[in-house]
């Protein structure tokens, strides 16, 4: 299983970015994804998730009407379109899959909100 993050970056207050994870190892369209983050002295924090088909979405309720969780399954990617960003989101963000029982995390992508 891998996962790999990209797309992340410095943002000004208010600005956009878009998160790209590229999974490989197993059969994508099966199941759930999820972004969560991880900002300095902070736990590690659910962003999002994604149904295996798309069509149901859920997020953190600071993420709710900025965020946009998406996937393509036919490119075994999953996205993290990130508007009106703040300060407070700067972290490192990972997605994430349980398969079997078993956590499997990417990377991560640091992204930085400052001006």
């Known amino acids: 299983v891998q996962l790999v993050e990209s797309g992340g970056g410095l943002a000004q207050p208010g600005g956009s970015l878009r998160l790209s994870c590229a999974a490989s190892g197993f059969i994508f369209s099966n199941y759930y994804m999820s972004w969560y983050r991880k900002a300095p002295g902070k736990e590690r924090e659910l962003v999002a998730t994604i149904s295996n088909t798309g069509s149901s979405t859920n997020y953190a309720d600071s993420m709710k009407g900025r965020f946009t969780i998406s996937r393509d399954n036919a490119k075994n990617t999953v996205y993290l379109q990130m508007n009106s960003l703040k300060p407070e989101d700067t972290a490192v963000y990972s997605c994430?899959?349980?398969?079997?029982?078993?956590?499997?995390w990417g990377q991560g992508t640091q992204v930085t909100v400052s001006s």
């Open positions: 994430y899959v349980l398969l079997g029982g078993l956590h499997y």
